[in-house]
């Protein structure tokens, strides 16, 4: 109602706070196909609210990440993303949410996870070896690999979350907690150890004081 009451009154700009926060989540979905679909009908820009980052990334042209009232990072739903700015961003954009893992420099484009090594592509070459750092793994990045290989990590699996087409596998790696998400029968579903690998274009690396970032320039 609030909705159609502004669009006969053609305005310039709509502003959108969390329209759909009380709409159950069928509804919630097709809204958002008509909240979309309206306003390229329409032609009118629309600033839109949310704490729901499926939201965020299915209705924006252009999107802004806020943290405490301060912009983290503007930009492409997709290039959001792919090269968070900060831990918050990389945290707050995607689900199930970015594994966060405790690192240290090891050496150009090398990051140690404990024993395991990992290889990062966007990293600057200026930081010192030793330098404690934070990793960023997307669960739905995550690949099965051979035991022993190059590059692999040992992921203790707890328990495994159906949800149909995809499974969640939640467990420990590195002592922390971590998630991997896998397309349905595509990996053994039981508890137990698996070696996983990460493509070194989706590693990322963030400051541990500030959350910035250390990708390359």
Same mark, same amino acid.
């Given at each position: 109602?609030?909705?159609?009451?502004?669009?006969?009154?053609?305005?310039?700009?709509?502003?959108?706070?969390?329209?759909?926060?009380?709409? @159950? !989540?069928? *509804?919630? $979905?097709?809204?958002?196909?008509?909240?979309?679909?309206?306003?390229? /009908?329409?032609? %009118?820009?629309?600033?839109?609210?949310?704490?729901?980052?499926?939201?965020?990334?299915?209705?924006?042209?252009?999107?802004?990440?806020?943290?405490?009232?301060?912009?983290?990072?503007?930009?492409?739903?997709?290039?959001?993303?792919?090269?968070?700015?900060?831990?918050?961003?990389?945290?707050?954009?995607?689900?199930?949410?970015?594994?966060?893992?405790?690192?240290?420099?090891?050496?150009?484009?090398?990051?140690?996870?404990? @024993? !395991?090594? *990992?290889? $990062?592509?966007?990293?600057?070459?200026?930081?010192?070896?030793?330098? /404690?750092?934070? %990793?960023?793994?997307?669960?739905?990045?995550?690949?099965?690999?051979?035991?022993?290989?190059?590059?692999?990590?040992?992921?203790?699996?707890?328990?495994?979350?159906?949800?149909?087409?995809?499974?969640?596998?939640?467990?420990?790696?590195?002592?922390?907690?971590?998630?991997?998400?896998?397309?349905?029968?595509?990996?053994?579903?039981?508890?137990?150890?698996?070696?996983?690998?990460?493509?070194?274009?989706?590693?990322?690396?963030?400051?541990?004081?500030?959350?910035?970032?250390?990708?390359?320039?």
């Amino acid at each position: 109602v609030a909705m159609g009451r502004a669009i006969v009154r053609k305005p310039q700009v709509f502003l959108f706070d969390e329209p759909l926060s009380n709409l @159950d !989540a069928k *509804l919630r $979905v097709q809204m958002r196909v008509e909240i979309k679909k309206l306003q390229r /009908a329409l032609g %009118v820009t629309a600033l839109y609210v949310t704490h729901d980052q499926v939201e965020a990334m299915t209705l924006s042209d252009k999107l802004v990440v806020m943290n405490g009232g301060r912009v983290e990072q503007i930009g492409l739903p997709a290039d959001v993303y792919k090269k968070p700015a900060s831990k918050f961003v990389a945290t707050f954009i995607g689900s199930p949410p970015m594994n966060i893992l405790e690192g240290v420099i090891d050496g150009p484009g090398i990051v140690a996870l404990g @024993d !395991a090594i *990992l290889e $990062v592509r966007d990293l600057q070459q200026d930081l010192a070896e030793g330098t /404690a750092v934070e %990793v960023g793994l997307r669960p739905e990045d995550i690949e099965i690999a051979s035991e022993g290989a190059a590059g692999t990590l040992p992921f203790d699996v707890e328990f495994i979350e159906e949800l149909g087409a995809t499974q969640l596998f939640h467990g420990q790696l590195a002592g922390l907690p971590f998630v991997m998400q896998a397309a349905t029968d595509t990996v053994p579903t039981q508890a137990g150890r698996l070696w996983i690998s990460v493509d070194p274009d989706r590693v990322h690396v963030f400051d541990k004081q500030s959350g910035a970032r250390l990708g390359r320039a």
